[in-house]
């Protein structure tokens, strides 16, 4: 019996389990997975990023993990084209496609699809590098707060990027960034089952607080060193990077370097959570509950 083509979304903070709950389903279902992680795209980042390892990554067939350089500019809507391009392949030979990440953005691109975005001037986003470059991300963050205060809310208010992105389009516009925003859903030729984990904060903060000291005995130190040619790109301007970037440079002791990330971690994983409670039709699980997941999911199947 010929069932409709039915994409899987595993949502959640980071460090919860996604990868671990994305390989049993692909192993239970006999398909592949779609990683949605808006670092995980990078080859150069391995250790700071938490990727799958060799052995996840042969236990299920893994899609954007290492496909681009960080000298790359790989946006949500690049990831849209390129998503639905590899769901279609996926969809040839099975029923079921899985898509896992905790980026909101990247997420909402496959499933929801994005607005056409407004011609920027590019004068305005020039002035707004150079103001990055000379003032530094806090003016960029605090004049987006005041213009824009939906879209600096929701969006990665670490990533200089996506700061400049709200600003360019409402000084270029007059309107809002947040109010066009997938305003209007794409039609998806396919169903989409949402799963969400989430745990106790207590529980979630340990679990971050273990994976950023196993990152440092990993040799996160050295990779970052390895990336220090690349560190005014975008990627590298992140959680877990820009923390060991600073000791580095003599601005922290590496214990202060270490604490920055777990707390930047915390905040992250909390930003995840807000913006992934607002989806209502998200089914919300403990990490360890993988078979009520999949007979969650059979059930929908019907």
Do not use: C
Not at 237 to 256: A, P
């Amino acid at each position: 019996m010929q069932h409709q083509k039915t994409l899987i979304s595993v949502v959640g903070p980071t460090a919860i389990g996604k990868t671990a709950l994305a390989i049993q389903l692909a192993q239970h279902f006999g398909t592949e997975i779609i990683s949605a992680d808006s670092r995980q795209f990078f080859k150069e980042m391995e250790i700071g990023t938490a990727k799958p390892d060799a052995e996840e990554l042969a236990a299920a067939k893994h899609h954007f993990i290492n496909s681009h350089s960080v000298s790359q500019l790989f946006s949500t809507g690049d990831f849209e084209v390129e998503g639905l391009k590899t769901l279609d392949q996926i969809f040839k030979k099975h029923d079921l496609a899985i898509m896992v990440g905790g980026s909101g953005l990247y997420i909402n691109a496959l499933i929801n699809g994005l607005d056409e975005m407004p011609e920027i001037d590019l004068t305005i986003r020039e002035n707004l590098n150079k103001k990055f470059d000379d003032e530094g991300l806090s003016a960029i963050q605090s004049q987006l707060a005041a213009l824009d205060p939906e879209y600096f809310a929701k969006v990665d208010q670490q990533n200089p990027q996506r700061m400049i992105r709200g600003l360019e389009v409402f000084l270029s516009t007059g309107q809002k960034l947040s109010s066009m925003l997938s305003a209007t859903k794409k039609e998806r030729p396919f169903n989409i089952i949402k799963i969400g984990l989430n745990t106790d904060r207590a529980i979630l903060y340990d679990r971050i607080n273990k994976r950023v000291d196993q990152m440092i005995d990993k040799g996160l130190v050295d990779e970052v060193k390895s990336l220090v040619d690349f560190k005014k790109y975008n990627a590298l301007n992140t959680v877990g990077y820009s923390e060991i970037f600073d000791y580095l440079d003599g601005k922290s002791s590496l214990e202060e370097a270490i604490s920055a990330i777990k707390q930047n971690t915390r905040r992250f994983a909390k930003r995840q959570l807000t913006w992934f409670r607002r989806d209502e039709e998200i089914n919300w699980f403990e990490p360890n509950e993988g078979e009520k997941i999949i007979d969650l999911v059979k059930q929908k199947l019907g």
